[in-house]
Structures are given as C-alpha cells and as structure tokens.
C-alpha cells in the first residue's frame, strides 16, 4: 500500500522488533519520519542503524512505556524536535502466559501494565499535542484474544480486552478534536515467536483459519497504515481484526 507520510512524524512503541519494527518499516517507507522506541536499547540500535541503512528518515528514543517520566520525554521531544505528532502507535506489549491457578502476581502485574498501563502513558500524555493541532490518529494493538480470551493468557486476553474498551472511550472524548483511535487485533501472525510453536500446535490454529494460511507481519502494517491515513478518516473507535477470518 502506497500512502504518502511526508512530513509526518509517527511514534511506534515497541519498534525494534516484530510487528512493530514492521509497522515502523512500513511508515518510513511511505515517507513519514518515524520515532523508533522500545525498551531494548541495543535492539533499538540495531533497528535505528538497519533504517540508516535504507535511507529512512527515523530518530530512536529508549522508553519504558510503563514509566510516567520516560514517556513524557518521548512525546514531548518529538514534538518539540520535529515540530508535530500526527500518528501514535501503540504497539509494545510483553506476555506471561499460564494457567491461573499456577499464575503469580507478578506475573499479572507486569503484563497489565506494559501491555494496558503502557498505552494509558502514551496516549494521555499525546492528547495534549494532537488536541492543540486538532488532528491526530492513535493505532492501538490489540489482539484477537482480547475478543475471544485464550487459556492460559489470562493475564494478555485481560491487557488486549482492556485496550479495546480504553481506545473506544478514548475515541468518543477526543472525536470532537479531529483525533482517531482505532483498534488493530491480529490472529496467527508469523513471527519469531510463533515459528517456535510445535508443529501439532500451528496445525490446530491453521484449521481454525478460513483463510488457510498464517499471516504476515505486513498484514498487520498495512491495516494500520491505511486507519493512519486520510483513506480512513470518517473511522474512529473500531477493532479491525487481521486474523485470516479465524474470528468472526
């Protein structure tokens, strides 16, 4: 998908790797700038320099979308370096899976609070901004489990459930000012992460597909592309699920 970002800046959080290095990618692709951010410091490096390497136009802030202070200075220095924040996409997110009855505290509390508390931080701090231009898109990624939960994701279906109902109240407060907030959830996406599945256990989600294939992390970028975009402007307060039909 071909959409023109020149002169828009774009944060992706958890950008430097995945779904999020993906989104970033595609962004920078359609000529926005992009703020590449994430909590892995070398990660981030190694991504900033892979952009550098392809001509993209990026800057890489570390930030722990968890904490206050450190979300502040990413949001604030991009708008004061650059001069606007047009699009925020929340993408960082962690998970801790297991069964509840051998599930910890901690275990809950950390996901809770990158993956919802996070998205709360960012979006918070960037409506100051976006309500002062009067336009702006937020792209919150969530997931088909916060639809449909999953055993032994208690912990993630509850942080992807919650961000649905967050980005739909966000939505109706701040439509007023010109400022979106959509919902991407997606299925059986191919990653890193779901390569190192069993092969018995991609078989069953693949029979649980229309489609009958996984999908691709462009898959996801392109749907967020097209919800930050001028084609998507009558659209605010939806989930847009990219999951190949598994939930309808």
Partial sequence: MQIDFTDQNV???GSSRGIGKKIAETFAENNAHVILTDIDEDKLTETKQEFDEKNFS???IPCNVADQNEVQNLIKTTY???GSLDVLVNNAGISQDNLLLRMDEEEWDSVLEVNLKGAFLTTKTALRYFMKQRSGSIINISSVVGITGNAGQSNYSASKAGLIGFSKSIAQEIAS???NVNLVAPGFIKTKMTEELPEDVKSNYLDNIPLNHFGDPEDV???VLYLASPLAKYITGQVIKVDGGMVM
Wanted: proline fraction near 0%.
């Fill in 11 to 13: 944060i992706v959080t």
């Fill in 58 to 60: 990026s800057t890489a």
């Fill in 80 to 82: 004061n370096d650059f």
């Fill in 177 to 179: 000012r010109n400022v």
């Fill in 221 to 223: 970028a392109n749907t």
